[in-house]
């Protein structure tokens, strides 16, 4: 397993545990609240942002519960005598107001009046707390601070202009105090070895890795911490490139049988009711040019909802079938697994599925079926095998396994993922994606994979329009939803309803991080009404009366295998007029009849969930409708990812404005998978020149050293860069 260095493992100085290098109490501390273990944990976790001493925060943006960090100016002092103690003792309120010049901040000081002789009228200091309310105005209740003395012979306008950095802090660990022991750990650390050799360095005019990290903490003037950022972004990126570059040129000297399509495939495309699409064909073409070439294939195919990925993904099972080599199609939970066999069954015809026989692998088959299907597929009578995290299983063997089919990959870890590939003999590697990645985080987090991309639809989707609805200020249109709803059931066709909860208080499913991102002050000072649930949801359409008499039914992840399976039957044999449902049917279902989906409280989800969402309605000869129902404030983030998913379906242009809103942090990292982003300074929506530049040098080092024998440093860091998990964490959800 490698370090848990967050910009990367070096050796030296960067893997010291950190409580040699600080006083264990400290160290403790930032264990608890930043996971930090090593050295180079501490001196990676960089300032968020710089303040200077001449220029206060705007305090009027500050919200009730955050900690914030700000600069400010005592505006008045008043000290006030309380009723004594129960033991008698004298008590004391130091109340202290500062300002930025517009607004005000009240300070609290309880049994400390000795604040008023530091914290003195026209003192200005950096203060960090937890904002909270009391009586009606904000306050900070014993404040960390640190006064901002001129020092003697310093010239006043520079030292005004300083930058002063501010931490990710907690309220154990205030940025002035983070700011001291970040001071005591690039003390310690002493002279790395840098891992971008140095003629990359000069030719890119970079600083050494350990200068750059002093400058981006202890900068000077504000142009120090641009520059050092510039080369801990570059520094970032060059070491990801080089471990991806590596990691595919891995791939590229695996031998593997090579797989030749033939009749299989050709009875397959004769039998499909409708055309290929160019994009689906072309795709088509590049995975069977990797499957002949006589190395592991490791592609993604990313494509649009509903585009046909699994019609690709079958056309190569065909062809690695052939040569009597055996698919496993890996998907995220039993609901789309059951769909996809069922698709790919359907799609082959009963000739060919009798003699591929595709087979489905769950965990929550009961034993006689699991022990059939794992018969089926040791013997290798199975050629084509769908299933979930039972694929994984230990006793699970294949005969022959040749592909594997990764869906929705996003969900899996890199361990998992390998496991699967385990099971044969460097079996070609298919992965796929409904959601469309922009291309700077194809090249950050997918620069190991060639990836093809289906952009066209098949013909005969329909289109589909979508409109956000909020309640409270559109109460008769919100209405107007059921009156619509009805409409689209008595001419025949279906609809879903989809909350973020099971139950109230149970989320499920919910992109935290989608959520989250970009919020600010006007989203947290709104009242927010309660979350949708499914329970409650589902009482109050059968009470409505555009509604009654409908057959509603739920399905949640709550269910087990058998009544999610036989809600979706129903569904699809139309015994069901309508579903409410949580993000279990985001992927893989497909019922053409479904023409209309009410998304509420769509605020709680991403723009890809809204966008995967969408995509299970309009799937049929009938135009679909999406009604996205929330309160949020029309100016926040929030409504404007409710806008920008009503304004277009394009999911790729959604993807951009997806991570232009959340930031790679999110779009790549921790908070999809559970592991810790690697990337701290890239920005990727932004330092797309960066990127390509360092995967051009990287390339270079590359082909001058395959090995990296002559760059010890840069090997030791690409070798440990990532453990598997980590690596998981790269990927957009």
Known sequence: MATKDAGGALPSGFQRPLDRVLPKAAATKLARAFGMETLGDLVWHLPRRYAKRGEPTELASLVPGEHVTVVAKVRSVEKRDLQRDAKGRPRTLTSITITDGTSELELAFFNQA?????????????????????KGKRQLAHPDYELFDEAEGIDADEWAQQPVPIYPATSTLATTKIQALVAQGLDALGDVPDPVPDDVRRAHRLMPIAEALRMAHQPKVEQDAFRARHTLAWHEAFLLQTYLLATRDWFDTL????????????????????????????TGDEIFADLASGTAMHRLVQGEVGSGKTVV??????????????????????????????????????????ELQPTLLTGQMPASERKRALLRIAAGSAHIVVGT??????????????????????????????????KGVHPHTLVLTA?????????????????????????????IQTFVVDPGEQPKLFGRIWTRMREELDAGRQAFVVCPAIAPGKLEGIDTAAVDAGADADDDARPRPPVDDVQTTLERLRLRPELVGRRIAPLTGADTTEQKDAVMQAFRAREVDVIVATTVIEVGVDVPNATMMVVLSA???GVSQLHQLRGRIGRGEHAGLCMLVSAADPFSPARERLDAVASTLDGFELAEVDLEQRGEGDVLGAAQSGGRSGLRVLRVARDVGIIEAAREAAREVLAADPTLVAHPALRLAVHSRLDPDARAALVTA
């Not at 000795?114 to 009391?134: C, D, I, K, N, P």
């Not at 009749?263 to 994009?279: A, V």
């Not at 990959?409 to 590939?421: D, I, N």
């Not at 990836?451 to 639809?457: A, D, E, G, N, W």
């Open 255 to 282: 031998p593997t049988a090579p797989r030749l399509p033939g009749p299989l495939l050709e009875r397959f495309d004769r039998s499909l009711p409708w055309q290929l699409t160019d994009d689906q064909r072309a």
């Open 435 to 463: 959601t469309p990645i922009p291309r700077t985080i194809a090249m950050t987090a997918f620069g190991d994979l060639d990836v093809s991309t289906i952009r066209s639809l098949p013909a005969g989707r329909s289109p």
């Open 313 to 354: 993904a079958t056309r190569a099972m065909l062809a690695v079938a052939e040569s009597g080599g055996q698919s496993a199609l890996l998907a995220p939970t039993e609901v789309l697994a059951v769909q996809h066999l069922r698709s790919i069954t359907r799609a082959l015809g009963p000739d060919l599925a009798a």
């Open 114 to 134: 000795w604040r008023s002789g530091e914290l003195h009228q026209g003192a200005t200091a950096l203060f960090s707390g937890t904002v909270g309310v009391y």
């Open 603 to 605: 605020d709680r989800f």
């Open 389 to 422: 995290h039972a694929l994984l299983s230990e006793r699970t063997s294949f005969a022959e396994l040749a592909l594997v089919v990764i869906d929705e990959q996003h969900r899996f870890g890199v361990a998992q993922r390998e496991s699967l590939r385990a």
